[in-house]
């Protein structure tokens, strides 16, 4: 199994476990939910990989250094 296999599953369990937990109630807005909370994630955990050098951050995510900081303020890691 590769890598993003198992990302992808770890992400399938846990939007079942998100549906499991609402208990039939309606879902809103779960794209977002779910894309904020990996981005926030995954920045978080690459800032602690490089002990928040930003430029290796931003290099490591594939992004221009000032949209990492754009994002790093957006969930208040500024």
């Given amino acids: 199994m590769s890598k993003s296999t198992n990302l992808s599953e770890a992400v399938k369990h846990s939007i079942e476990i998100y549906f499991k937990d609402?208990?039939?109630?309606?879902?809103?807005?779960?794209?977002?939910?779910v894309i904020e909370s990996v981005e926030k994630t995954l920045i978080e955990e690459i800032l602690k990989r490089t002990q928040g050098n930003q430029s290796e951050a931003a290099e490591m995510l594939g992004i221009n250094r000032n949209t990492l900081r754009t994002k790093m303020k957006k969930f208040k890691f500024l």
């Avoid at 609402?22 to 939910?33: D, I, K, N, T």
Wanted: aromatic share 8%; charged share 15%; no cysteine.
């Fill in 22 to 33: 609402l208990q039939g109630e309606r879902a809103h807005g779960v794209y977002s939910m």
